[in-house]
């Protein structure tokens, strides 16, 4: 009620204020506040939800091409809405023109006041993460969005810093020398990829032929009831390439991430990326953490598309070298355009299911050219393929409000050694949750474990026991069993 209240006291402020301005300044203002408010109950209406922290954050960081697939499903109804609080605002600026100003200074006095006090009294007593989700409660309307954007920037200024930090090893974790492991590790990241549309996990539609084969010669493995740790990229990959955890996101800064932990076994690390150039402000924990490899590439995939890292890679590696290579792919991700003419006359179709689960058999494809040059290496070699996270088809990912299959992920494996494949198969299941989920928050010590680490009994009851929740994008952590369908 407090928080409705504040709105409507907030907006018809502004409106009394503005309708006193001159038209030089009123114009502008009318347009931007028309542009906020339609724009912030659009959101709410189309998606049930209001833009939480994580949103923002991700808006601000993402690049041009996955903001303009999101807004392609959604720009008819954000027009409509849009277009009806412009004429909401100019008429009620019109009405409200013979009110006088000075009834605006009481109502300003009282959300300044709110403003300053939950400021200092809440945000600086709570590390940068924890700022998200308390301020979602409050800000009014357009002041919340500011206060979002205001700490997402400073969230990003500590991860500017990120490069230049000194990070330590986690207790429970320690290199054995003596430990066999593989001389080449072929990592590759997914984006939006929903396991349910995988023929290898039992979708309907043959999506995925060259795995299942793969699959059915038991020359790969995949792992069911995977879960992502996050419902977006910069939440899901700042829980599954680092020690941060859904309820322990400060861990991020602390310990080593997986190309440190790579770098300190004797790994040449490796990145290349078509995900790697953003339209905000600033890099992202992702685009961070690949900067602290040997050899980044972040490319725009607006320019390129994923195939182009295949001939990149084959350029780098090296005989007789410990590599890891992490190839972090646009994948399945909105606008559903990442396929070519051999994916659509396998599978026809022109609507929005028939698209994505074209793009899925290019990942297939994708997968296969990098399995046969995992296979191709003289020494012992292995290949991992998971998701940042799932996706709503049709709408994207990163909604509050839209059930589980945002989390729903693949886990695939294989390797050029048979012996290492069950290996890696027992490796990895010793970490599914008592629920009988594998959450993606556990494949740094999964890696861990095959670039010779030792984890500790321990460590792995603790990463069992997380592995049960997710991290939302409201800034708070929820055990995966109560997202609803």
Same mark, same amino acid.
């Given at each position: ?7 409507? #006291?907030? /907006? ?63 720009? #008819? ?66 002041? &919340?969005?500011?206060?979002?954007? &205001? ?52 979708? *309907? ?32 990959? &700042? ?34 990326? /078509? ?12 685009? +961070? ?18 195939? #182009? ?16 290579? #992490? ?64 996706? /709503? ?27 290492? +494949?069950?290996? +890696? ?42 592995? *049960? ?9 929820? &055990? ?6």
């Amino acid at each position: 009620m407090i928080y409705t209240v504040s709105n409507v #006291i907030l /907006v018809l402020t502004f409106f009394i204020f503005i309708s006193k301005v001159s038209n030089f300044i009123k114009i502008p203002l009318l347009i931007l506040i028309a542009l906020w408010l339609g724009f912030d109950i659009g959101y709410y209406l189309i998606y049930n939800t209001s833009i939480q922290p994580s949103n923002v954050a991700a808006i601000l960081t993402t690049n041009k091409k996955e903001v303009i697939g999101l807004l392609e499903s959604i720009y #008819i109804k954000m027009f409509l809405v849009i277009a009806f609080f412009s004429v909401f605002t100019y008429l009620s600026v019109k009405e409200l023109k013979s009110v006088s100003l000075k009834w605006t200074f009481v109502p300003l006095i009282v959300i300044g006041c709110l403003l300053f006090f939950s400021r200092t009294s809440v945000f600086n007593k709570n590390s940068v993460f924890k700022q998200f989700s308390l301020a979602i409660g409050k800000f009014p309307l357009i002041f &919340r969005d500011i206060a979002l954007v &205001r700490e997402n920037s400073k969230e990003i200024d500590q991860i500017n810093e990120y490069v230049k930090g000194n990070r330590i090893m986690p207790q429970g974790i320690i290199l054995d020398k003596n430990k066999k492991t593989p001389e080449k590790i072929f990592l590759i990241i997914g984006e939006s990829s929903l396991s349910t549309h995988y023929s290898l996990y039992d979708y *309907e539609k043959d999506t995925t032929p060259l795995l299942t084969e793969l699959s059915n010669n038991q020359s790969l493995i995949f792992f069911k009831n995977v879960i992502s740790p996050a419902p977006i990229t910069l939440l899901s990959l &700042r829980n599954t390439l680092s020690f941060a955890t859904p309820n322990n996101q400060e861990s991020l800064f602390k310990y080593k991430n997986i190309v440190e932990l790579a770098k300190n076994a004797g790994y040449e690390t490796v990145w290349f990326s /078509v995900s790697g150039t953003v339209i905000g402000w600033h890099n992202t924990e992702t685009s +961070m953490i690949a900067k602290t490899s040997n050899i980044s590439k972040l490319l725009n995939h607006k320019d390129v598309g994923d195939w #182009i890292l295949i001939p990149m890679m084959e350029k780098a590696i090296v005989n007789n070298k410990k590599q890891l290579f #992490i190839l972090h792919v646009r994948g399945n991700h909105m606008p559903y355009d990442n396929f070519d003419t051999k994916d659509a006359k396998y599978l026809p179709g022109n609507d929005v299911v028939a698209k994505y689960d074209r793009t899925i058999h290019n990942t297939d494809r994708y997968i296969k050219r990098v399995y046969d040059m995992m296979k191709q290496q003289k020494g012992l070699s292995i290949m991992c393929y998971f998701s940042d996270h799932g996706e /709503v088809i049709g709408k994207g990912h990163g909604f509050l409000s839209e059930g589980n299959v945002q989390f729903k992920v693949p886990l695939i494996m294989s390797s050029n050694n048979t012996i290492e +494949m069950n290996n +890696m198969k027992k490796t990895v299941e010793e970490y599914r949750s008592p629920s009988g989920y594998l959450n993606n928050s556990n494949l740094i010590y999964i890696l861990s474990d095959f670039m010779g680490y030792s984890i500790s009994e321990k460590v792995k009851k603790w990463g069992k026991s997380e592995g *049960e929740f997710i991290f939302h994008v409201d800034g708070k952590s929820y &055990r995966f069993k109560d997202i609803k369908n």
